[in-house]
């Protein structure tokens, strides 16, 4: 992390799609964070500050409903209703693909493991 006169700094940066756009919009101009700003980082500034309030607010409300100090994100993310999101393009892991791992018959040969 960063620290800039000794506070520290973290930069936080996504790229919102489809419905999920559409719904951060709306919340936007429900909260009026239209109007309690002049410049899109401003605003974005406030809605992450708003945001980290309510997800502490909800880890909290987990944590005292499951007695579990650090929920994890598997878990919380059902608790609240949404599915965790996955890494795109990441290959899933094969358990059966290292040669220690294969199930051979009384036929087979030997395997060498390299």
Do not use: C
């Not at 960063?2 to 919340?27: C, H, T, W, Y």
């Amino acid at each position: 992390m960063k620290n800039i006169a000794g506070v520290p700094v973290r930069r936080v940066s996504a790229e919102i799609f489809g419905d999920q756009a559409v719904d951060l919009e709306i919340m936007e101009v429900s909260l009026g964070l239209n109007r309690a700003t002049r410049s899109k980082g401003d605003r974005d500034a406030k809605l992450m500050k708003l945001a980290l309030a309510a997800l502490r607010k909800a880890v909290s409300q987990y944590s005292t409903e499951n007695r579990v100090r650090y929920p994890e994100l598997g878990e919380f993310s059902e608790w609240l209703g949404i599915q965790p999101e996955t890494t795109e393009g990441a290959p899933e892991p094969e358990v059966t693909a290292h040669p220690a791992m294969v199930p051979h018959s009384e036929d087979d040969e030997p395997v060498h493991i390299t």
